[in-house]
């Protein structure tokens, strides 16, 4: 199994800095065939389902704001929220699905500071 | 719009059984690959199931392989996951979730989520 592993735990950030979450994948989820990064980021907020960020690494999700952004390859991944708003507060997770079964990170608890 | 509506949680003692539903509206449901996920209270997501738009595959996590079975009924829109031999391991909130890609077995990323409906064991 592929294990995903988030840095930090927990990110406390001022109102309109930047937040940026780490996720690193114990094998690389880069496929060979088509150069695509089987990453995915979600938001999860309390009492609400999770929440599609970004795809193949870096491709964000329709209606998510252009401040989210991902980036890395391979083994090695970030978001990147560039100017963090009071409506971000959340627990941020990573998700491989290049390879069943699937795993997520075990999140990241994005608070105001 | 797209609706996922998970049912059928509850308390059950260890070892009993119970059968997850959700039934969904807004979408073609038989396009679609679909997969239940669950959040233990306090941890994180895990993926536990998934079964492709036709049903004829699925695939489950190790943790629960053997003892829960992921099934749909395309005639009634509906996606199923029926647990058995359940343990205090499995409490949690379980959400299902539509897979994003049409026609294919599973891509493996979740674009639309249900409430979740919420499984405690415990004696």
């Known amino acids: 199994d592929i294990v995903m592993t988030q840095s930090p735990d927990s990110l406390a950030v001022s109102l309109g800095e930047r937040a940026t979450i780490n996720c690193k994948s114990s094998?690389?989820?880069?496929?060979?065939?088509?150069?695509?990064?089987?990453l995915a980021w979600y938001q999860h907020k309390p009492g609400q389902p999770p929440k599609l960020l970004i795809y193949?690494?870096?491709t964000r999700e329709s209606g998510v704001p252009d401040r989210f952004s991902g980036s890395g390859s391979g083994t090695d991944f970030t978001l990147t929220i560039s100017s963090l708003q009071a409506e971000d507060v959340a627990v941020y997770y990573c998700?491989?699905?290049?390879?069943?079964?699937?795993?997520f990170g075990k999140g990241t608890k994005l608070e105001i500071k | 719009q797209v609706q996922l509506e998970e049912s059928g949680g509850g308390v059950v003692q260890p070892g009993e059984s119970l059968r997850l539903s959700c039934a969904v509206s807004?979408?073609?449901?038989?396009?679609?690959?679909m997969h239940w996920v669950r959040q233990a209270p306090g941890k994180g997501l895990e993926w536990v199931a998934a079964?492709?738009?036709?049903?004829?595959?699925?695939y489950y996590a190790d943790s629960v392989k053997g003892r829960f079975t992921i099934s749909r009924d395309n005639s009634r829109d509906t996606l199923y996951l029926q647990m058995s031999s359940l343990t205090r391991e499995d409490t949690a909130l379980y959400y299902c979730?539509?897979?994003?890609?049409?026609?294919?077995?599973?891509?493996?990323?979740?674009?639309?989520w249900g409430q979740g409906t919420l499984v405690t064991v415990s004696s």
């Open positions: 979730a539509r897979d994003v890609t049409v026609g294919v077995t599973t891509r493996g990323y979740f674009d639309c």
């Open positions: 807004g979408f073609t449901f038989s396009d679609y690959a």
């Open positions: 079964i492709s738009y036709d049903g004829r595959n699925t």
């Open positions: 094998q690389s989820v880069l496929s060979s065939s088509n150069k695509h990064n089987y």
């Open positions: 193949w690494a870096s």
């Open positions: 998700q491989q699905y290049y390879s069943i079964p699937y795993t």
